[in-house]
């Protein structure tokens, strides 16, 4: 199984709403990474967890809020976001024990702030 | 920032090879060259990654110059589903997690 699943597929949310975008792997990966893209940019990182710490953050405003509370899953906590926060989120997940080349994707969370 | 330039856009022709190039003329020497891709609606997928040598897998094939300073992608027979932007990226090839840092990358499309 080299699947990552998210959900939701898509999410409208309100300026004033909390709502939150999971992801899972089992790979046995002990990294996972969030990601966001804008419309026709390339994607760009916002958050690195390694065996379940947080790792890297990329300067990311505190109105996104990740977590990883076990090593399958790792959720972004959203509260308060913008309507330029709208944008496909990513997740991805790799190796973390041994050398690694490669970044597993999925399909990614559409949200639209309104 | 990304450290490295591909063409925004290209075409292909159904069936015949397609060549993407990427320039990175600052790689270091402890630098892989990779490969993803990202189709519509879906997220990057890993194609392929070499340091030095030319490098082939059941889905492309990598040649990479003796100066390493620029590579292209070659993608053999191309079908209608390999439409889709290709990002190349430089970084080491180290144990645990780091980030991808992907630049503005090729969009190609295949033509019937």
């Known amino acids: 199984d080299t699947e990552v699943t998210q959900t939701p597929k898509h999410l409208v949310m309100g300026m004033t709403n909390k709502k939150s975008l999971k992801c899972e792997q089992h790979?046995?990966?002990?990294?996972m990474y969030w990601y966001k893209q804008k419309a026709k940019k390339p994607p760009e990182l916002m958050f690195v967890?390694?065996?379940?710490?947080?790792?890297i953050n990329e300067s990311v405003p505190s109105r996104f809020s990740p977590e990883c509370p076990n090593s399958s899953l790792l959720n972004l906590h959203l509260h308060a976001l913008q309507p330029e926060d709208s944008a496909l989120y990513l997740c991805?997940?790799?190796?973390?024990?041994?050398?690694?080349?490669?970044?597993?994707f999925g399909p990614g969370t559409r949200l639209t702030v309104t | 920032d990304a450290k490295t330039t591909q063409p925004p856009s290209m075409d292909c022709a159904e069936g015949r090879a397609a060549n993407l190039p990427c320039n990175h003329s600052?790689?270091?020497?402890?630098?892989?060259v990779y490969w993803y891709r990202q189709i519509h609606s879906q997220g990057p997928q890993y194609i392929i990654h070499?340091?030095?040598n030319n490098e082939t897998n059941e889905m492309a094939s990598l040649i990479i110059t003796e100066d390493r300073k620029s590579s292209t992608l070659i993608l053999p027979h191309a079908t209608l589903r390999d439409t889709a932007v290709y990002y190349c990226?430089?970084?080491?090839?180290?144990?645990?997690?780091?980030?991808?840092?992907f630049g503005q990358g090729t969009r190609l499309t295949i033509n019937p």
């Open positions: 790979m046995g990966h002990r990294a």
């Open positions: 991805a997940s790799s190796q973390e024990s041994r050398l690694s080349y490669e970044q597993y």
């Open positions: 600052t790689i270091s020497g402890n630098e892989y």
């Open positions: 967890y390694s065996y379940e710490k947080l790792s």
């Open positions: 070499g340091l030095k």
């Open positions: 990226i430089v970084r080491p090839l180290i144990q645990g997690a780091q980030k991808l840092v």
